[in-house]
């Protein structure tokens, strides 16, 4: 996407997408790449599932109080490998 260079400013490249300010109002405004949008629309779909937050903080519960075990001690127990 080409931007005019007479509607906007760029001000500076941070390390994800471009910083661009307009001269004729006080709008900065940012790019950054589809998959970058995409990801950060996922995460906040994820943060605002209530349900899913709960199973995430129990998850994060049970790795710090140990229940958890590694995949291959378990696949082992049951002879999976």
Request: charged fraction near 40%; include cysteine; glycine fraction near 4%.
């Amino acid at each position: 996407m080409k931007i005019e260079k007479r509607f906007v400013k760029k001000i500076k490249l941070p390390q994800r997408g471009n910083v661009f300010e307009s001269p004729f109002h006080k709008t900065t405004f940012i790019t950054i790449s589809k998959d970058e949008y995409d990801s950060m629309q996922e995460t906040i779909d994820v943060l605002k599932d209530k349900e899913l937050m709960c199973q995430i903080r129990e998850s994060q519960k049970a790795i710090k109080e140990g229940r958890v075990r590694k995949w291959d001690e378990f696949a082992k127990e049951k002879g999976v490998i």
